[in-house]
């Protein structure tokens, strides 16, 4: 028996990313809709609810819309959007937040998919708050810089006009209240809103998300060996997330935006410093993969009880 998917937004940049990991897979049927009929609510609402799953990839007013527009009791959602990521009665989108996290999302109707940058910050933070190494009341702050592909087609054009590339490296969110921070508040047990400070670089992809932590400072005097070792427990088995060997780290001076490439691979790293009881923890990932398409195309193959790394670049 196949699953029938529709995707709603098709032909925007992480559409297109998801129809290619779906192309070919013989236990999937795609919903495809002619041009003309792509903005023909009439056509949409067949469409939507003849799916089994339906993956949206719009922006957030068209998002609710869509959801909207069903009305059978049967259809389950992936929604890429902000729209529903803190919203009840909706499932976060990362099957590995927390132990039991993959079995609700399997019984799930309503996904949300995480962002490219809750997805590193999560999982860096969620286990080690859940371990006690990061108190749930302490200051944290999150940083890094993606490629310019997440800002969507209107950055991507901003960067890949005639005039070339406005700017290498561009901080933004400098009101300090982005759409991301509900979402890496609300599943990583925090007490308080971390600090976010993003960038976006002169690169199409690939992503780097640092979670900086002054060691000696914190309640027990966590050790980095500490640190890592509730990162690698965390995670130990998992097909996508990674956690760097702990000696291969410290053999480490430097990590590129692009190091797990066009894949949908997550890697996690522990730096730091003994002596000055410093730690940077860094989440590797391509925010057009585990990012976007790749995390939603995992939450499609549990949702649709497949193996969960079909269809994955890994």
């Given at each position: 028996m196949t699953t029938r998917v529709f995707i709603d937004g098709g032909v925007g940049t992480t559409g297109l990313e998801i129809g290619e990991r779906l192309a070919g897979r013989a236990e999937l049927s795609l919903i495809r809709l002619d041009e003309r009929d792509r903005k023909n609510v009439a056509a949409r609402r067949d469409a939507l609810n003849a799916a089994d799953v339906v993956i949206l990839c719009l922006p957030d007013d068209a998002a609710r819309e869509a959801v909207a527009l069903i009305d059978n009791d049967h259809t389950r959602v992936i929604d890429a959007s902000t729209a529903h990521r803190v919203?009840?009665?909706?499932?976060?989108?990362f099957p590995e937040l927390e132990p039991g996290h993959r079995d609700r999302l399997a019984a799930s109707r309503f996904v949300?998919?995480?962002?490219?940058?809750?997805?590193?910050f999560l999982a860096l933070v969620r286990p080690l708050v859940l371990a006690g190494r990061i108190p749930s009341d302490w200051p944290v702050s999150v940083s890094g810089a993606s490629g310019y592909s997440g800002g969507g087609k209107a950055m991507i054009a901003d960067y890949e006009g005639e005039g070339g590339a406005p700017t290498g490296?561009?901080?933004?969110?400098l009101g300090l209240s982005h759409k991301h921070?509900?979402?890496m508040t609300c599943y990583s047990g925090l007490?308080?809103?971390?600090?976010?400070?993003?960038?976006?670089?002169d690169a199409y992809r690939g992503m780097i998300v640092e979670v900086p932590l002054q060691l000696r400072a914190m309640p027990g005097v966590p050790t980095l060996e500490s640190i890592h070792e509730a990162l690698a427990t965390a995670y130990a088995g998992s097909p996508i997330v990674s956690v760097a060997p702990f000696d291969a780290s410290a053999g480490m001076t430097s990590?590129?935006?692009?190091?797990?490439?066009?894949t949908d691979r997550l890697a996690l790293f522990v730096f730091g410093n003994a002596e000055s009881g410093q730690a940077r923890l860094i989440a590797a990932l391509d925010n057009?993969?585990?990012?976007a398409a790749g995390a939603?195309?995992?939450n499609l193959n549990i949702l649709a009880g497949l193996p969960e790394t079909a269809g994955l670049r890994l």
């Open positions: 919203a009840d009665g909706w499932t976060y989108g949300a998919n995480p962002g490219c940058w809750p997805t590193g490296f561009r901080a933004y969110g921070v509900p979402e007490a308080h809103p971390p600090l976010f400070a993003p960038a976006v670089a990590i590129d935006l692009e190091h797990v490439g066009a057009l993969g585990k990012g939603a195309v995992q």
